[in-house]
């Protein structure tokens, strides 16, 4: 994020202090910001504008981020994005929203087609509203081998006529999908994601090593060929490492061609760094291996984030929490996970990566694979005034969304 020239009117409103910026972090700088748009983030000492007082003080060592972007997410706070109720994905997004996630996708497990069908409706018309990015469908084409908490029962491989039925269901609003490319029909499903401009995301997969890199190559030209001047999106992976086969030296599978075409930029792989889905120096080996701009820090986050320990659904799927990991009733497998993103963040630099490394994931890397990066994921003249202030430890002080200040959790 490169300081941005003030235009010399006075903002309306404007905060002064620690501001984390693509090029590093500015001790002593100025985000301001007109209505929703940002006019000015970068030095106090170009900033033109501060003849009134800052619209807010915090403490001392308190740090400005970009709102935060969760492209994988399924509910929290009670609410389940697959449940088809509107008014448990309003609850489950207004919690997000206020724990400094300010744009995510909302992500609908593999259920009953006319089930599916009616959650992606009803999330489409969210996203009409602008309170969420789009939908990430996770499934139904993947793996039973290693479907994780998907419901096998409604497992399926795609058929044109589903894929256009689940696309149309979504009205434009669906931005990314993951499937398993060793399923018949998988690379016409990538040719039909991509002509929507909808992102393919390998994952819930066992398939092989050549297949996976055979499966994102194909979607890396796809998406290159459909791309538009100045843009270019790039496939991603669903949760690295989860929900596929582990990484062993004489059958290395996904896991190495997800790593390879990742360094490589040609990829983008999803980490959930909440402590339970990875190990910290998992975390910590895949952002020396394949960049911090290859990577998206994800949540995978379900109805019982912000909640106690206890019995909750993920889809159609009984879950347990305990000690706030959530694991399947039916088969005892990990089901989602319990932090908010800024959590995922925190944890990410304790496992030894550095801030903006971990900014960047969880920032920058996901706009861009929303294709956003022109209007969100950076303090940046001209974006949406979207803020998150922390303390020195990273624990959440404020939430600024749209150039207006959230209700604190």
């Known amino acids: 994020m490169a300081s941005s020239e003030n235009s010399g009117t006075s903002p309306v409103n404007y905060l002064r202090g620690r501001i984390a910026t693509e090029s590093g972090i500015i001790d002593d700088g100025v985000l301001?910001?007109?209505g929703d748009r940002i006019a000015y983030a970068g030095p106090a000492a170009g900033f033109r504008g501060?003849?009134?007082e800052p619209e807010r003080t915090f403490p001392p060592g308190s740090l400005v981020l970009p709102g935060l972007v969760d492209t994988h997410c399924h509910g929290a706070n009670g609410g389940d994005f697959t449940s088809g109720d509107a008014t448990q994905a309003r609850m489950a997004i207004d919690f997000l929203q206020r724990s400094g996630t300010t744009t995510s996708l909302a992500s609908t497990m593999t259920a009953p087609p006319a089930d599916l069908l009616r959650a992606l409706s009803v999330l489409a018309?969210?996203?009409?509203?602008?309170l969420i990015a789009?939908?990430?469908a996770e499934g139904p084409f993947v793996s039973t081998v290693r479907c994780g908490a998907q419901n096998p029962d409604h497992i399926v491989a795609p058929t044109p006529e589903y894929v256009a039925a689940l696309i149309d269901a979504a009205q434009g609003r669906m931005k990314t999908m993951t499937y398993a490319p060793e399923l018949p029909g998988a690379d016409a499903l990538i040719d039909e994601l991509t002509t929507h401009g909808i992102t393919p995301s390998l994952g819930h997969t066992d398939c092989d090593t050549s297949t996976a890199a055979a499966s994102l190559a194909l979607a890396w030209e796809e998406m290159d060929s459909t791309g538009f001047d100045g843009y270019t999106g790039r496939p991603t992976v669903t949760h690295l490492f989860n929900g596929m086969p582990p990484l062993?030296?004489?059958?290395?599978g996904p896991v190495a061609a997800c790593l390879r075409i990742a360094k490589a930029g040609n990829?983008?792989?999803e980490l959930i760094a909440d402590n339970a889905h990875l190990d910290p120096q998992t975390v910590l080996t895949v952002f020396e291996l394949v960049g911090a701009e290859n990577i998206t820090l994800v949540t995978d986050s379900m109805a019982a984030t912000g909640l106690p320990d206890g019995a909750y659904h993920l889809g159609s799927s009984a879950v347990t929490v305990t000690d706030g990991v959530a694991t399947l009733d039916r088969t005892g497998s990990l089901a989602g996970g319990t932090a908010v993103l800024l959590d995922v963040v925190r944890r990410?630099?304790?496992a030894g990566v550095p801030l903006l490394d971990a900014i960047t994931s969880a920032t920058v890397v996901p706009a861009n694979v929303l294709g956003l990066a022109d209007e969100l994921g950076s303090l940046r003249l001209g974006l949406r005034a979207d803020a998150v202030v922390v303390s020195p430890d990273l624990h959440l002080?404020?939430?600024l969304r749209e150039g207006v200040w959230l209700a604190p959790l």
């Open 32 to 34: 301001a910001y007109d």
């Open 50 to 52: 501060g003849d009134t």
């Open 125 to 130: 018309e969210l996203a009409e509203e602008g």
């Open 134 to 136: 789009g939908i990430h």
């Open 248 to 252: 062993h030296h004489r059958s290395p």
């Open 267 to 269: 990829a983008v792989v």
């Open 348 to 350: 990410t630099v304790a």
């Open 397 to 399: 002080l404020a939430v």
